[in-house]
Structures are given as C-alpha cells and as structure tokens.
C-alpha cells in the first residue's frame, strides 16, 4: 500500500496508462514480442502494442505501434475490436484496448522468417492452441485477452423444447434433434428455460461427449454430470439489466452470479452493453472468470422472433463499438455471413436453424 506521505507514488499509481494492442494473426498463428527484462513486465511474451499518445485513439494507435514495431502497414486489413480492459498490476496500472488483425497472405509470407522486430525486440509466431493453454508467458491481464481468444467463430443455439411439441415426446425429440446435427467439437448454448433443462444437457453431452457447452446461469452444476464440458454461463438481457440494477448501490456487485465459470451475456441495446461493461469490469476487479462474449441481437429479422425489430449491420456495428468485451452476431444470421460479422465489428456468429449440420457427424 502507497505511504500517504508519498505524494509522488500515489499519483503516479493513480495514473493509468492507455495502451492499444494487437493481436496479430495469420490463421492459427499467431505473433508475439517479447520484453526485454528492463521493460514493465519485463522477460515476458506480449502482444504487440505500446501507449495511445494523446494525439490519436485507440485504433490509430494500434496501427502506429504495429507500423513502429513490425514494419506491416495494416491500415487496409480488418482491425477487430476484440475489447478493453483495465488491470492494476500494483506498481502500474494500465487500461488496454485489444484488437485482432488478420494479415494477408503475402504479409504472412514475408515475415514469417524474421526473428526481431524493428525496435530490435525479440519476435516468435505461435500457434494458437500453444498460446491459449498457456505455453508462453503473459503478462497478467494477457489472461482475459486468451478467454476471448478461445471463442470459436461459430456458435450453435439449441431450439426451444416447445419447437417439439408435435412429438409425443419433446424432450425425446429435442435430444434427437442436436445429438445428431450438432457439428463435431461445436459450442452449444443450450437455450431451453423449461425446468429439468441439466437433465438435457447431461444427456446430450453424455451423448455428444466432443461438445462444449453454454449453460444457463442458473443451471445447477451438481446435476449436469462431471463429464460435461461447460465453457460458460449465460446470462439473459433480462438477468443482466437485473444485475445492473441491483448493483448501482452495492459495494460489491456480484450477487447470485456464476463465479465458476467465464460469462457469456445478451446484449440488445446501449444499456445493456453498458451493464455488460460494468459487470466485465466488476469481475475482473474480484479476480472472477471474466466476461468473454456478448450475443448482440437481432441482427437481421428472425423466425423465432418475427416481431423484434432488428438492428441492421450499421446499428449493430456501432453498438459493437461500444462494448468492452468481444461481440457476437445473432439473429437471422448463418455461418457465412463470419466475415460480414468481422468486417462490422464482431468476432463470431449464433444461430439455431443455419448453425445445425444436416450430416451425421463421424462416431
Ligand atoms: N505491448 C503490450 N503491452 C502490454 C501487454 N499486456 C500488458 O499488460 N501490457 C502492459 O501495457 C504497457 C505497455 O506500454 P508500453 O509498451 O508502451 O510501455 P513500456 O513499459 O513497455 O515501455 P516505455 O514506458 O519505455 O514506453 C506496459 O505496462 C505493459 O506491461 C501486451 O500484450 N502488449
């Protein structure tokens, strides 16, 4: 703790530093420098990033400090906003806007051999599977940036049980239903609000052991089965603003919240995003799994949900601008429409109908 008479030390830890970073890939590999031991976080790997001057925001930022330390002009490559967070590493505390750049081929091709960037620094590609168990090490906030990193493109949402009502048994048919068109090593949110909804999701992994699935929040975990893979817990946009107001007065806002699992939330508005923003924060700041994903919906109109008023592509892209976490695309949407979604701001798509595979998968 800062002594009080340390005037200086306690204004210089008050200050946050504005940093932009750059995850920069070319399909599963992935570019990181490495500080030298005299550096902040010094003898650890890092994304490529520096300060924000005050001059310029976020985004030019990042396309400076790549431009400075690798050379690649990436201002005509898609820059993704993947989000922002702030950490205090007790001598230095410092908000960090991340985002993600694909390079092109060609800029892949040219620098894949070169081992030092041109401040001199260190520079090694990676695997993205090395990089998201952990192999190298990060800096402490670089943790949250790996959970958002492990969203897959592709999310697949389960139909409601009512959708199955004309069966004698809908629970029978439901499970019928995704066990057979889910794609193999899919993520699945499983959306059903019925009660006995662990008993499904136990036995749809039980029969789909390759899945990773998103429960509801509330799920209860004794009843889902060990073998079951749960990336995260969801919550509704109803369960989020009820969050958001519960918490305007409390100290600590955190109540009956999963503090289990990584978060993922719906979002359909400013305010929501704006909950979604405080709640990202409030759970990082009691070092809880972090928030990794927002479904900003709908998108474009929708069977399930014929009278919503959609977004469109710009509204959505603007409000995805907003968020402090990476967005996901929902509603009417398919999982071609990935590279429409990125170039709008956001780093996956969900869906129900278009996001189950007709084919078998492979035993
Ligand atoms: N570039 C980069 N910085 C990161 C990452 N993660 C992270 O916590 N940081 C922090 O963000 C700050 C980056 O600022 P910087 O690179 O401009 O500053 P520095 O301390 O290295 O050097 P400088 O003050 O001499 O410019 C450092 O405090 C660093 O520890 C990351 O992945 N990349």
Request: proline share 5%.
């Amino acid at each position: 703790m800062p002594s009080p008479s340390n005037h200086s030390t306690t204004c210089e830890k008050a200050t946050v530093v504005n940093v932009a970073v750059a995850v920069i890939h070319y399909k599963e590999q992935y570019l990181l420098g490495f500080r030298n031991a005299a550096q902040h976080q010094g003898n650890r790997y890092e994304f490529v990033g520096g300060k924000i001057e005050a001059s310029e925001d976020a985004k030019q930022a990042v396309i400076r400090e790549v431009a400075e330390e690798t050379g690649f002009a990436i201002h005509e490559n898609t820059i993704v906003k993947l989000g922002r967070l702030h950490h205090d590493y007790g001598d230095k505390q410092v908000s960090l806007q991340v985002y993600k750049i694909e390079l092109t081929a060609p800029q892949y091709e040219q620098h894949k051999h070169c081992q030092y960037g041109l401040e001199k620094q260190a520079l090694t590609w990676v695997t993205k599977a090395d990089l998201l168990v952990e192999k190298y090490d990060l800096p402490a906030a670089n943790k949250t940036m790996l959970e958002w990193l492990k969203l897959p493109e592709n999310i697949t949402i389960t139909y409601p049980l009512s959708h199955f009502d004309d069966h004698s048994d809908p629970a029978v048919a439901w499970l019928q239903c995704h066990q057979e068109k889910l794609t193999v090593a899919a993520w699945v949110y499983v959306r059903t609000k019925e009660a006995g909804t662990e008993k499904l999701i136990a036995q749809l992994t039980r029969a789909r052991p390759d899945i990773h699935v998103i429960v509801p929040h509330h799920a209860d975990s004794q009843f889902l089965g060990t073998d079951t893979h749960v990336v995260a817990h969801h919550l509704t946009h109803t369960a989020l603003m009820q969050w958001f107001n519960d918490a305007q007065d409390a100290a600590m806002p955190d109540q009956g919240i999963s503090s289990s699992h990584p978060l993922i939330v719906s979002c359909h508005d400013a305010d929501s995003i704006t909950a979604a923003n405080k709640l990202a924060r409030a759970r990082l700041q009691q070092q809880l799994p972090p928030v990794v994903g927002s479904f900003l919906s709908p998108v474009l109109a929708t069977q399930t949900h014929p009278d919503a008023v959609s977004l469109g592509w710009e509204t959505w892209s603007a409000l995805a601008q907003l968020s402090d976490i990476p967005i996901i695309g929902l509603g009417g949407l398919s999982p071609t429409l990935i590279d429409q979604a990125i170039s709008y701001g956001g780093v996956s798509v969900a869906g129900i109908r278009q996001f189950l595979s007709s084919q078998k998968p492979k035993a």
